[in-house]
Every structure is written in C-alpha cells, then in structure tokens.
C-alpha cells in the first residue's frame, strides 16, 4: 500500500457574517477534497493537547503519531534539522523571526514576507555583527531563520510573533532565566538591520523593512521513534517550511526539495503534489504540507484564505486524487494541523476536521468537507497522536 497524508494549514476556521455564516472552508470551491470525505470516512482531530501552545510543531508532531505531552521540545530544534545543522548536547535552537516593529507595536511577524534572498543577506549581517564562538546565525526561507546559542539556556518563555500582531510588543518579550541575554541580541540586532542597504531599498519602494530579530520556540535535541520503527513504512516529506520538514527528519522521512515552494501564496503546488508522486515509486509514505492557508489566515486576508484552500484543492489535492482513482494500492488522508481563523490571526486549539479514503474504506455520513460536515462523521472526536494509525490501520496490520 502507498499512503499520502496531506496537510492544509491552518483551514479550519469560524463562521463568519461576511460568508453568509459559512467559514471559509465552506465558502471555499472544493470539490477533490469534498470527493474524499464524501467516499470516505472522518470526523474531528484534537490536535493541540490541552496543556499544549496551539502551534503548527505541536500538531504536526501529533498528526505523525507522536504524543507532544511527554518529552517535547520547542520547534527550533525541527527547524535545524531540517537545514542540516546538527546540534549538541549544550546547545539550544531558536527560531528567529526578521520582523516589522513599529512604535512599539509588531507590525508584521514576516516583515512583509521579505525574500528568501533579501533575508539570507540580512542574516549573514546579523552573524557577523553578532555572532560569537558560542552564538551562531544560520539563513532559513523567507522570514524564518535560525540562531544556535551553545550552553544556553531553554527555559525562558517567548512568544511567537504571530501571536502578537498589531499587538504591543514590551510584554511578550522573552522572560525568565536567560532571557536578559536574548533581549539583548534582539535589540542589538535592530541598528544592524537599520544600516542594511536591503532595507534602505525595500522603505524605499514602500515595503516594509526588517527591522528586527524575534527570537522565540527555542529547543534542546531529542530523538524518537521513526515512522518505519512504528508502521515498517519509509517515506519523504514535502513542505517549504522547515519546520516541517524537521518534524520529518526526526520521523526518518526524507526532506524533497521542491523549487519555487515558498511557504505563501505564490507556492509550487503542482510541483509538490508532482514530487509526492515520485516518492511513492520507490516509498510507501508522503506527508505533503502546504503552508500557505496559514499565512493568508495570519494576514488577516479572507480572499487570500479561499484562494490558497482553492489552489490546494484543485492542484495538490486534485493531482494526488486523479492517480488515488486510477489504483487500488493507494491511500490518503487530508486534514488541516489547527484552525487558524482569520477574524484571530493566529493559530486555535479546537479540534479540526479530517477524512480519510482508500480502498475497502466503509464511507459514512460525511458529505463534504468542512468544519460543519465532520459533524456527520463516524469519528467523533480521536486524539491527535492517534490519527496517524486509525489511517493506516485499515490498510495494514499495526
């Protein structure tokens, strides 16, 4: 059996007055990922324990099997997995944000959803100014980096900046043990960006500059059982963010890199539904994320949110659904990680809506898929963690 797991982030959503009391889900053209709830079977995923920050390392870890109740870390040590960074005992990840600060208040956590090429430049400025034999900068995609601090401290509080838009941002700033020295670099990272000819540019065209670093979901390394000690499959991961892609190296999938997958709007999407396809030639197992329903959501953008859960639909979903239809070894499981409603633009801890297809699969009442129809499936309500074997427990033997 090959299996395919697709993730659109951050979909689910509140219904709202400007859609008739539909969510944007609903309001979405969708009629691949309808066809799979419809022939198939689903229901509702809590995939933010109760005690857990509703983030996408939270959910994704849960949606790959792992209980993120016992042992996790933050989502910086993926991140450097991902870029290939090993990290030691005594080190700690963070991830680090180019941001838009502005009169005391976060602006923007992407800085506009800066260029991978323009932020490569404003980092490696931010390592050479800043960084020491124990404290290392490393360039990510886009607004998403990365900060190695050896013989640091994980204990602090911080925030993700996401969480903060439009927000002042004195009170989220780092607290706790260590803390002191991450606002430091945070705040000395500030005239290094103001001095940067990238960002001189970018003011100049009326974009938004990089302002400052964010530091935050800093991590220690762990190790965990991987998918193939778990289930005997293989497989790859496919995602622009890596994040993502981090969670997957630490399940001992394979990261594919996919050209123009950006993370946003503008992402490859026929280029990752192609590559997941080619995976499954050799693999039995694909985890293809797209992250762009997520920030459209985080941009506070309704039109852009029903066209990235479009674009989904009609290209990732619909290339992936028109080979699922012409075989009978294959199966798929959609779901979004966590709701990410834009009225909040930040990320909810009520349990999304999954559905699942495959041969022998007994359909229920599902009709579409949505927030509403998962009402109407047979699942009720199952724990994140144990949603990866409902799926593949009825095509293999766990």
């Known amino acids: 059996m090959k299996f395919v797991v697709l993730i659109g982030d951050g979909m689910g959503d509140y219904p709202r007055d400007d859609l008739g009391g539909r ?3 609903e309001a979405a053209n969708t009629p691949n990922m309808d066809w799979i709830a419809a022939n198939g079977r689903g229901g509702f995923a809590q995939t933010i324990p109760p005690e857990m920050h509703p983030g996408s390392d939270v959910a994704n870890m849960e949606i790959m099997g792992y209980d993120t109740t016992c042992g996790f870390t933050g989502r910086a040590v993926f991140e450097a997995l991902s870029m290939g960074r090993h990290l030691h005992d005594e080190d700690v990840a963070f991830r680090a944000n180019l941001v838009t600060l502005e009169n005391g208040y976060m602006k923007d956590y992407s800085a506009g959803h800066i260029t991978t090429q323009e932020a490569g430049e404003l980092i490696k400025g931010i390592d050479e100014a800043l960084g020491s034999d124990t404290l290392r900068f490393y360039p990510g995609v886009s607004y998403r980096h990365l900060m190695i ?3 640091g401290n994980d204990s602090m509080a911080t925030t993700p900046p996401h969480d903060i838009i439009g927000k002042e941002y004195e009170e989220h700033l780092p607290k706790g043990d260590g803390s002191e020295f991450i606002r430091s670099i945070m705040e000395n990272s500030k005239p290094v960006l103001e001095a940067s000819l ?3 540019k970018r003011l100049a065209t009326g974009k938004l500059p990089a302002n400052s670093v964010w530091l935050w979901g800093q991590g ?3 190790s965990l059982k991987t ?5 005997g499959i293989m497989g790859g991961v496919i995602s622009a963010v890596d994040l993502i892609k981090g969670i997957g190296v630490v399940a001992g999938l ?3 890199f996919i050209p123009g997958a950006t993370g946003y709007i503008d992402t490859n999407y026929r280029g990752k539904a192609e590559a997941a396809l080619k995976i499954l030639e050799t693999r039995d197992f694909v985890y293809l994320h797209v992250e762009a329903p997520d920030e459209a959501a985080h941009n506070g953008d309704v039109k852009m949110k029903i066209k990235a859960i479009e674009d989904f639909d009609s290209i990732v979903v619909g290339i992936i659904l028109e080979t699922l239809k012409s075989r009978n070894d294959m199966a798929v499981l959609l779901t979004c990680d966590h709701r990410t ?3 909040e633009r930040t990320h909810t801890r009520e349990p999304v809506p999954f559905c699942y297809y495959g041969p022998g699969v007994e359909k229920d009442n599902m009709t579409s898929y949505s927030e509403k129809a998962a009402e109407s499936g047979v699942v009720k309500m199952i724990k994140g963690h144990k949603l990866l074997d409902l799926f593949l427990g009825d095509f293999i033997t766990l």
Do not use: F, Q
């Open 341 to 343: 409603p834009v009225v």
């Open 23 to 25: 969510t944007v889900l």
């Open 198 to 200: 990238i960002n001189k």
């Open 220 to 222: 220690k390394k762990l």
């Open 149 to 151: 601090w050896s013989g």
């Open 254 to 256: 394979k990261p594919e």
């Open 227 to 231: 998918i193939e000690e778990k289930y």
